[in-house]
């Protein structure tokens, strides 16, 4: 384990950002992912790059806007609210298809809400985020090397599809430290002909865009960003399956709750209870096949979730009421413990769930 | 022999402005000092949300349209990412000093290496005609229709004198373009601004006085007087800062 | 043990968090999986700081503490809130300098160590949590392979402040040889 190193969580993400290319990051003080920030403006000035605290998070995603319209690899971060204020901007990335990497450490919400890790945040980023039809790939790690590892899948998926890719995280995972290689196998990058770096007056202007006044070519547009993101749905599903084999009773769970149900699903296993996991790491492209397939041989689900249950929806629409789908969860900043997840599990197992 | 042309830097396509509107006027300028100065194939401009939210359509280098306000945001992050290209935003009051005005006053705090074009038409025009946050105290529009009441709606942002308060920029300058003589100097200025970014000085605006006689509700020749009668009185034109000029530079 | 959790809690300042990354990188080092968590916010300035070390021979399912199997309190408070949560059997540093009751719990073991004065006696005033740490390791093996002890101490003392890694290794033993009586 030599090659491995003990880094936080967001500065897994930071050191990820920068050995794929990273070269620009804008943000915005906010709790509980500044350490990315502190990480990124001690290091960009010295290989060569832009680290620039924002007057606001508006400014920033607009920052970042403006790098990925030159075709270069940009990264912004932030917190719950610091994502809302960002909406506007991830809406006008999505609608001038430009690549970009946005990180969420989560905090609970809604409002000021608090600092302590939630996940309260999944329908703004999976069902889009702000105005428009469009779709962000969000990326959901559950412990300190998939942050890294997905950092930099987020900046090779953003590039390939031409739209932003999230980093779902919470603030448990921004803030743990566990060992990390960061050894990673990079793809091939990816050609960018429609970038503005100057025509050279050798090619036509190029023109960074999201305003169609003509309905039919808006239209037309929108549908052809969603044949590309059927080709996401197709190809870029990612999840873990975990003791699911002989599993009577399927856990939900994503990032840190993940990590307690496995706790908790250890502890039914010794009570001779058949229950596993499906682990959601992209939340969109949601892994609907899964559950689609684990509904055929499960009697029951159950969505362990740091919020008010908001992935639930989309397991419910996976399992497509072949079996019931119950809720485990806290909200708020609230973490669950593995006994209330366990005893969730029991309950389930001696038919006492609603 | 050719005694008129368009300037290269200007595509081909129609503009949409209304009759008598100078927002024509300003993109010549722009293309022309664009021109004289070489620099089409690596200028990048950012249109704004406004009436000229199309200018991508209408200058031949590579554009970006920017969200309502965020112009200069974006114009950061195009001039760190590439600092040799030239870098602009086109924008109007409601962008520029309303709904942008934090991005406004924090590029030019920075002393960002861009250049700003800011149409000042003291009016909302793609939507129809209303108050602006340069609107003129008494000025009849949509949203004030008795006339702006600063009690009620405060004064006008007077962009240049605020940004004068700042140490970050190097040059910022009220110019007009409703006739001849103010149309030199805009353009002047308007190259300095240019030449500012190529010498790697820095952030300097163009506050350009401009008429917009379909909302103003005046002929194209009156709205043209209304701003030498009632505007300039308010607006003052002339060079609100200039740093090198100050340091002896030149 | 397959799996221990510590937690290590006291008042901002301390080095709670330095000692839970310590032994963590210790973990890393004997070929473990760890993870370390802490509290964070504004209760850490000035107030109570804690932190989660898990160190696990399997993967680290959840690394949230909530039963330690070792608790290491450098405060009143922090013994005050965290004694009833560690696992029956499991052991209870206290720094009796600063906590001057008496653990209640009579199924798990008690050491006391009264760091502060012991780090004040030898004017290392900043070293208590790193002598209690030696005291840690004592108790549970930790000093069985020592090389990885010093290798950890490496890695967290920043490479700005290399010359306190004698100072802490002097502390560690400190702690380590330290004798209730």
């Known amino acids: 384990m030599a090659d491995k190193v003990l880094m936080k969580g967001n500065e897994a993400i930071a050191e990820a950002a920068i050995l794929a290319g990273c070269r620009h990051y804008f943000g915005y003080p906010i709790t509980p992912q500044t350490e990315v920030a502190a990480y990124m403006a001690k290091r960009m000035p010295k290989i060569g790059g832009t680290f620039l605290q924002a007057e606001s998070e508006i400014a920033a995603i607009n920052m970042v806007y403006g790098v990925a319209s030159t075709g270069k690899r940009v990264m912004t971060s932030s917190s719950s609210p610091g994502i809302s204020l960002k909406g506007e901007g991830l809406s006008y990335l999505a609608g001038a298809d430009l690549p970009a990497l946005v990180v969420n450490v989560q905090r609970g919400g809604p409002g000021l809400g608090g600092i302590q890790p939630s996940q309260s945040d999944y329908f703004q980023a999976t069902k889009g985020g702000a105005h428009g039809d469009f779709h962000m790939i969000v990326l959901a790690p559950d412990s300190v090397q998939e942050m890294a590892e997905l950092t930099v899948r987020g900046f090779e998926l953003a590039d390939q599809y031409r739209m932003t890719a999230m980093i779902l995280a919470d603030g448990t995972m921004g803030q743990m430290m566990e060992p990390v290689s960061l050894d990673f196998k990079f793809r091939d990058p990816v050609e960018k002909p429609w970038a503005v770096t ?148 029991l309950s389930i197992h001696n038919g006492g769930a609603k | ?187 002047k200025a308007i190259k300095k601004a240019f030449e500012n970014q190529i010498n790697g000085k820095g952030f300097s605006l163009i506050e350009v006085l401009s008429s917009c006689p379909t909302n103003w509700g005046l002929t194209p020749q009156k709205a043209l007087q209304w701003i030498d009668e009632k505007m300039i009185p308010y607006y003052p034109l002339g060079v609100y800062k200039d740093r090198s000029a100050e340091k002896g530079d030149e | 043990m397959a799996t221990t959790q510590y937690l290590f809690a006291g008042f901002g ?20 999986n760890v993870s370390w968590l802490p509290s964070y916010g504004p209760e850490m300035r000035g107030g109570t700081a804690s932190c989660g070390v898990v160190i696990s021979d399997k993967e680290v399912a959840s690394p949230i503490v909530v039963t330690p199997d070792v608790l290491i309190a450098m405060n009143l408070p922090s013994l005050d809130r965290y004694e009833s949560a560690v696992r029956p059997g499991g052991m209870i540093f206290v720094d009796s300098t600063l906590v001057e009751r008496k653990v209640e719990r009579t199924d798990v073991q008690v050491f006391y160590v009264p760091a502060t004065k012991i780090a004040s006696d030898h004017n290392i005033p900043k070293m208590a949590n790193i002598i209690l740490m030696g005291k840690v390791l004592a108790e549970t093996n930790g000093f069985e392979n020592e090389q990885a002890v010093v290798d950890a101490l490496k890695k967290v003392v920043s490479a700005k402040h290399a010359d306190m890694l004698d100072v802490n290794l002097n502390a560690m033993k400190i702690g380590r040889d330290y004798q209730e009586g």
């Open chain 2, 1 to 187: 022999m050719v005694i008129f042309d368009k300037p290269h830097a200007l595509t081909d396509v129609p503009l949409h402005y209304c009759p008598g509107c100078t927002h024509g006027i300003v993109h010549r300028l722009v293309a022309e000092v664009i021109d004289e100065l070489g620099i089409e194939g690596k200028t990048i401009g950012i249109a704004p949300v406004g009436c000229s939210v199309m200018a991508y359509d209408y200058f031949n280098f590579d554009m970006i349209e920017a969200a309502h306000g965020r112009a200069p945001a974006v114009a950061t992050g195009v001039k760190r990412s590439d600092p040799e290209n030239i870098v602009f935003t086109y924008q109007g009051d409601g962008d520029l000093a309303s709904i942008g005005t934090a991005e406004t006053v924090h590029s030019a705090a920075r002393n960002e290496n861009i250049t700003v074009i800011f149409i000042n038409n003291a009016i909302y025009g793609m939507t129809g005609g209303q108050m602006a946050p340069t609107s003129l105290p008494g000025q009849v529009t949509q949203t004030s229709p008795y006339g702006r009441d600063v009690n009620l709606c405060g004064y006008p942002v007077k962009v240049c004198e605020m940004l004068s308060q700042l140490d970050g920029p190097e040059y910022l300058a009220r110019v007009a373009v409703n006739n001849v003589k103010n149309i030199k100097n805009a353009k």
């Open chain 3, 13 to 32: 300042g301390q080095g709670i968090l330095f000692s839970g990354k310590l032994l963590a990188y210790k973990g890393l080092i004997d070929g473990m």
């Open chain 1, 198 to 345: 100057g025509t050279g007056m050798k090619r036509e202007h190029n023109i960074i865009n999201s305003l169609y006044l003509k309905p039919d070519l808006l239209e037309k547009t929108n549908f052809d960003r969603f044949e590309r993101y059927k080709v996401i749905e197709e190809n870029e599903v990612l999840y873990e399956e975990y003791k699911m084999e002989d599993a009577e009773i399927c856990v939900a769970a994503f990032g840190i709750a993940a990590r307690v149900a496995k706790n908790a699903i250890d502890q039914a296993r010794e009570q001779g209870v058949k229950v596993g996991l499906i682990r959601p790491i992209t939340l969109w492209p949601f892994p609907t096949k899964a559950f689609a397939a684990a509904a055929e041989k499960v009697g029951h689900f159950l969505s362990v979730e740091l919020s008010m249950g908001q992935m639930i929806e989309d397991v419910r629409l996976a399992v497509n009421g072949k079996a019931p789908v119950s809720l485990c969860n806290r909200t708020g900043g609230m973490i669950p413990l593995p006994e209330q997840v366990l005893d969730a599990i």
